[in-house]
Nanobody
Framework: QLLLWESGGGSVPAGGSLRLSCVASGFSFVRDCLAWFRQAPGKEREGLAQNEYSDREYQDSTNSRFVISRDNARQTVQLEIHNLSREDRGMYYC??????????????????WGRGTQVTVSA
């Protein structure tokens, strides 16, 4: 059974940084696409970043503030977020896709999801 478990969310002051982690189990991991999504209050889930092997893709809206990385030995994928603003608040989800990443970061391309970790940004 494929499992994804996010952690690292919390309340962060505006301008601060945060590192989210996702631990995966139940699939190959090394050969698969891992991604991070965010769902802000009242908005649709949006893709932020995805990673396969050494390739990374970011949503344009991340403005170079986000860094996705993975540790295959520990089967974790992380998302660093810098210079947080209130627009970054929401539930952050880790997702997995068997095989290569698709073009673009779209929720329709991912079947397996974690339960999310909440991020709030204080003034």
């Amino acid at each position: 059974q494929l499992l994804l478990w996010e952690s690292g969310g919390g309340s962060v002051p505006a301008g601060g940084s945060l590192r989210l982690s996702c631990v995966a189990s139940g699939f190959s991991f090394v050969r698969d696409c891992l991604a991070w999504f965010r769902q802000a209050p009242g908005k649709e889930r949006e893709g932020l970043a995805q990673n396969e092997y050494s390739d990374r893709e970011y949503q344009d809206s991340t403005n170079s503030r986000f860094v996705i990385s993975r540790d295959n030995a520990r089967q974790t994928v992380q998302l660093e977020i810098h210079n947080l603003s209130r627009e970054d608040r929401g539930m952050y989800y880790c997702a997995a896709r068997r095989g290569f990443c698709a073009n673009g970061i779209h929720s329709r391309d991912f079947v397996d999801w974690g339960r999310g970790t909440q991020v709030t940004v204080s003034a």
